[in-house]
Structures are given as C-alpha cells and as structure tokens.
C-alpha cells in the first residue's frame, strides 16, 4: 500500500483502539497488567513506544516478525509520521524518536537486544511481549492492542494532573532563582536549559519589538544543532535572515569530540546558506566547559574563549549569562518570560520530573 494508505489505515487503527480503551464498559485484561506496569513506570519511554510500532506493524502485516526485522515496518516512518500524529492529538506524552533510540539499529527485539539494553529488566518486558504478539490470533492481539492504547490514555491524564497553576512574576531574584535550580537539578538532558534560554531571548525581543526573530528547534535538545545542520541551539536573526548570534547550551562537558561536531554542523549551515559563521557563543556551567579555554573574565561570567580552526567559541557562564539577561528585560517581559516557562513546562511532552520541581518551586513555604 502506499504511504497515503498505510498512514490513513495507522489513524483508523489507533482512533479504533482509543475508542475501544476509553469505553468504561470496556473491563482490563489482567493478562498484561503486570507486565504494562513495568513498561509505564520507567522514565525510558521508548520501550513503550517500540512495543506500540510492533503492535501497529503487526496489525497491518500478520506476517511481521520483530523478533527477527524489526526494521522491516520502516519504523521512523511509522512512528514519526500517523503513530506521533495521533498521541499528540490525544496529549500523550512521547518524544521525537523514541523506539529508534532505543532500538539502536537492532536486527530483531529479541534476548540479544535485551541484554545491551537498560534498564534491562523492561527491555525482557518488551522482548516477553513481542513472542506473545507473535504467536496470537488477531482477536487476541486487538485485545492487547487496546489495553495498551488505555495504558497511554490513562498516562496523558495522569500527566495532566500535575501542573499546578502559577501566577506570574516579574520579580528578577525569584525568576532567576526559579530557572537557576530548574537548570541545576532538572536538566532533562539539556532541553531544560535550552527552552529556558530560548524563551528568555524571546521574552526580550518580542517586548522592544526589535524585529529579531529567536530560532530554536521547537523540540527535544536530542536534536540540536550539536548534531544537526544547523547553527547551535538557539539563534538570533534579523528579518532579512541574517544571524547575529549564535548559542550552544550545555550541561555535560565540552569536551574535543562536542567541539568537532559542533564545527562540523557550524559549517554544513554556512555552506547551506552561503555564509560564513565567525563565532558561536557556548553558554555552561564552569565545569563544563573546554579545558584548553582561554582566560577570560571569570568574575564576570566570562569564561574564555576557544580557536577551533577558523571558528570561535566563547563560554559564557549560564547562570550568569540568565541572571543579565533577565535585568536587561522590562517589567513586562520579565512577566512574559515567566508565561512562556509556565506554557513550556505544563506542555504534555516536558518531563513529569520538571513539572515536579517547577510545582515545589511555586509552593509557598508551609507556616
């Protein structure tokens, strides 16, 4: 079938089982209750996700064996396009590339994969799943599909709960205090402080309407600009399209190979776009960054600065560089900011850890 097709078969299969999940006459099979729990409790949630391509590429190919191809579905394109398209409609909370990230180019979901997977106890979980798949009839495998569709349902309404609703501030030591101890003790593999940085920039440019456009991925930090081509994690452009700077936001170390790749992905953008990148700004903490950096101003945020070939990195330290950044804003932007980190961190898809934290951190202290 083509593309159309199997896209249009996928949202008619997924639609059928959300219905049949959400149906309160609809009683749970305990078969896979235990089994399902396991896979819903763990913060990897990529094995759920493996687990819902195999059932859908099952549905549509009786003949499909993930045991032995699991690539024979094409899963990215299954996954990316109508399976993401209908959890997104329903708030569930997924990621970019869930099962592929965790099926590392495997041949078949099978022991062999579960060995070099962690947690590997979950990984046997969607291994013990699959040969069942494997072996039932249809009717039996609809059965099962729905009670993994309710299992997703009922993980966007828990996920919904948690958010506490905030009330703006536009108080400089509190935000930056709140955006301080989210970047330290929530990073989320740096999509924390990217979307802290990003909606900051934003915050400030939309307030003195200065026509500069901030461009950030929209995403996950999985998919920077570290490993795509594109030009660091964060940008600022003029309406003509000029870029007039550039970031890369980081909590792991810096080290030689990120630098390769990060010039590496620098220069694909400039040869895309016919230019030519002088400098890029990295924003770190002090431990994190290059140890060949030059000295800079430390007592000023400043880290040093890095030659890399033809290109130049500057460390910024990020607490300081958010800490200026927020005295630099109005009022009213500093109020806006706050909206926009609220937006983001009550967005189905930002971690349930973050949104923990982010509910703690507007929790008045108890009397």
């Not at 687990?51 to 699991?70: P, T």
């Not at 792991?252 to 895309?272: P, T």
């Amino acid at each position: 079938m083509s593309m159309v097709e199997r896209n249009a078969r996928v949202a008619a299969l997924m639609g059928a089982f959300f219905e049949r999940a959400s149906r309160e006459d609809h009683a749970p099979d305990g078969r896979w209750e235990d089994g399902l729990d396991e896979l819903f409790s763990t913060t990897v949630w990529g094995f759920r996700k493996i687990l819902l391509v195999i059932v859908v590429a099952r549905m549509l190919d009786g003949r499909y064996k993930a045991s032995e191809a699991f690539y024979d579905c094409k899963p990215r394109a299954l996954y990316e396009g109508p399976i993401r398209n209908e959890l997104r409609e329903r708030r569930i909370p997924h990621r970019r590339s869930g099962p592929l990230n965790v099926a590392k180019a495997a041949i078949g979901i099978n022991s062999q994969w579960a060995a070099q997977r962690s947690p590997k106890k979950v990984a046997d979980v969607v291994v013990r799943f699959v040969e069942e798949i494997e072996s039932m009839e249809r009717c039996e495998l609809e059965s099962f599909a729905v009670a993994l569709h309710r299992r997703f349902l009922a993980e966007s309404e828990r996920v919904a709960e948690i958010t506490a609703e905030v009330s703006p501030s536009s108080d400089p030591r509190f935000l930056h205090n709140l955006c301080s101890r989210l970047i330290s003790e929530e990073p989320d593999g740096g999509n924390t402080p990217e979307h802290i940085m990003e909606l900051a920039l934003r915050a400030y440019h939309e307030d003195l309407r200065t026509g500069v456009e901030v461009v950030g991925h929209g995403g996950r930090a999985s998919v920077s600009g570290i490993r795509g081509k594109s030009l660091g994690d964060v940008a600022e452009r003029r309406a003509d399209g000029t870029i007039v700077h550039a970031y890369e936001v980081t909590v792991k170390v810096l080290g030689e190979d990120r630098v390769r790749d990060s010039y590496e992905s620098v220069k694909a953008f400039d040869l895309k776009e016919g230019v030519k990148t002088a400098e890029i700004t990295i924003l770190c903490r002090k431990e994190d960054s290059h140890p060949e950096v030059a000295a800079g101003l430390e007592e000023a945020g400043y880290l040093g600065k890095l030659a890399h070939r033809d290109l130049t990195y500057h460390f910024i330290e990020i607490h300081a560089w958010l800490l200026s950044q927020i005295l630099r804003m109005t009022p009213a932007a500093r109020l806006s900011f706050h909206e926009k980190l609220d937006e983001y961190v009550g967005d189905f898809n930002t971690s349930e850890t973050v949104k923990r934290l982010w509910n703690e951190l507007h929790t008045p202290p108890s009397e």
